[in-house]
Each structure stands twice: as C-alpha cells, then as structure tokens.
C-alpha cells in the first residue's frame, strides 16, 4: 500500500522558487502542506512563487545549500542546483559545492530530523550514453574533466552521498533522475534548447541548432514530471530509486525546431553551428521502473506541451 504524504507536514523544497521547484510548491501548498521554499535566487525568480507569498502554508527563505540550514521539517525535496549549461558552467566550482555541499546539508538535516528526503538527479549521470536508451542500471559514459563534468560529477557525486547516507545512516532517501522537462517558467535566457528555440521564434531570429541536427532528446512537460516527483514520494520506506523520469518519445533537434517553427508561425530560419563539448548524441528514458513502481507515466503529448510553453513566453516577451 503506498504511504500518502500527510496534509500539514512541513515541507521544504531547495531551489523552490526555480522552474521545477516553483511547479512543486505549487502542487505541495494545494495538498495542505506547510511548504518552506528556500533559494539563493542564482537562478529562482520571485516571479515564479509571487502568487503563493500571501498563502498561509508557504514561507520563502533566502539561503543558499552550501551552507548548513537549521529547520524542522518532515520532508525534504532538494531540487538546488542551476541546470543549463550556460548557468552551471558561469561558475562550475559553485555548482559542484551546491551539489556535493548541499546534499551533504540535506542529508545531515534528513539524518537530524528524520526526515524523507529526495534527490532531483539527472540523466546527466549517464553523460553521452553508449546504451540506447539508458535505464537506471546503466553507469554512464562522463567525461570527468570536461566543461560539463561540475555539473554532471556534482550530481553523480551527489548519488554516492544520498546511498551512503542509507546504508550508514538509515536516512529515508528518494533519488529520481530526471530527463529534459521543459514548460511555463522556465527561464528565458537558460540555453536551453526548448526555450532558446521558442524565444528565437518568436523574436523572427534564426533558429540555432549545435551541430547537424541529428542528436536526439526526450521532452516531458512540467506537469507529468512533478507528478512523478509527488509519487515517488509517496512510496513506503525502502523504495530508494534511482527512478528514471521523463517522456521516452525521442525527437531530433531538427525535428523539435520545425515543430516549433510551425507552432509559433514564425519565419526564422535554421542556422547550424559546431556541437558542443562532450554533447550526448542520444538521450532516451527506460521508464520501466518508473510505471511498475509509481503508477506512472507522462501523459501530455510535445505538441500541446509546447503550445502551453509558447504561449508563457510570448507573454514573457510581450510584457
């Protein structure tokens, strides 16, 4: 039977006020919880988490993971980490601190409290996979000294410390490995591929496309993935994960710019450039474990996804 996260447990969500988190307190303030949103706003927007200031059941706290944070709390999402590469690449000794500090913080309050506590890892860990798609079992192909490696060691690292932690400890851990999620709130300026394309867009700008087009990604809309992340938090004690998440339906680059070209009726055209520094080729979920262990499975198709990502964004550009 799975166990129901209680209404009125205090929650708190690091990097609650960026795309991912903003979504998550959301859904956890509408269920009853005293939700505790804490960020250094590196990345975060007051503007994403605006609308929930005046709930009685959320608090916004500015503090930054790296750093020890004294609460009691009953569970515990740690979402803190700036996730596109034009972010955790500006400063990549801070990204590896806020993955491996801010874990190490996490799990010593989880371990103090007795708090649940989940990790929002990354399909990252697999680096540019030699298995197509990758499940969880697989252990990844990472260049360790790369210009993605703070990024993607910090999180692997930060694995190693949340099932250390079980093992020594006995800390009640969650660990989900999250692929690409895109949607309202996102952040303009991320380098993200959705986003850059659809700002491009709708700006009349060319379409940048890095390398010949031909690398593929998996898209799961926000909505889907916060519904796993509510589940897998709900599982009794012992489902430890990793849990893939994400949409195994597998678009090109150059299938996802057309699709966006068409959606937005812009008139850009396709530019392409040299790809990036240890890209992955492939990127492609086995959410086997994902729909025998949750229930679940994403159920927003790329289209309608998208219309509701354009629609935030030419808002965010009409402004």
């Not at 006020?17 to 979504?23: I, N, W, Y």
């Not at 959301?26 to 960020?39: I, N, P, T, W």
């Not at 700036?82 to 491996?100: F, L, N």
């Not at 396709?270 to 086995?286: M, N, T």
């Amino acid at each position: 039977m799975r166990v129901k996260l209680n209404p009125n447990e205090r929650t708190l969500v690091t990097g609650g006020a960026g795309f991912l988190g903003s979504h998550l307190c959301d859904v956890l303030v509408e269920r009853g919880h005293e939700v505790l949103c804490v960020d250094n706003f590196f990345t975060g927007s007051r503007a994403n988490i605006a609308h929930l200031l005046g709930n009685v059941h959320f608090e916004l706290m500015r503090h930054d993971v790296t750093y020890p944070l004294h609460v009691e709390v009953d569970r515990i999402f740690n979402l803190a980490c700036p996730a596109s590469p034009v972010h955790y690449q500006y400063d990549p000794v801070q990204t590896v601190k806020t993955s491996v500090h801010g874990a190490i913080n996490m799990l010593g309050l989880a371990k103090r409290t007795g708090a649940r506590v989940f990790q929002a890892s990354t399909s990252e860990v697999y680096g540019d996979p030699a298995i197509h798609p990758q499940p969880e079992a697989y252990w990844g192909n990472v260049n360790p000294i790369g210009p993605r490696a703070c990024y993607d060691e910090g999180k692997r690292c930060a694995e190693t410390l949340f099932f250390d932690y079980h093992r020594q400890h006995g800390v009640d851990i969650k660990v989900v490995r999250i692929f690409n999620t895109y949607g309202p709130r996102m952040n303009m300026n991320d380098g993200r591929v959705v986003s850059n394309f659809i700002v491009q867009a709708l700006k009349g700008e060319p379409i940048t496309i890095y390398g010949d087009g031909s690398q593929t990604r998996s898209f799961c809309y926000v909505d889907d993935l916060i519904d796993g992340f509510v589940r897998m938090m709900d599982t009794p004690e012992g489902v430890t994960g990793p849990v893939n998440l994400g949409n195994p339906g597998e678009f090109t680059m150059l299938e996802l710019a057309e699709l966006i070209l068409e959606l937005t009726g812009s008139s850009s055209r396709i530019e392409f450039f040299p790809a990036a520094v240890d890209d992955p080729k492939q990127r492609r979920p086995v959410i086997d474990t994902a729909r025998e262990s949750l229930g679940w499975e994403p159920k927003v198709p790329l289209r309608d996804g998208l219309k509701e990502t354009i629609d935030y964004f030419r808002g965010l550009l009409a402004a």
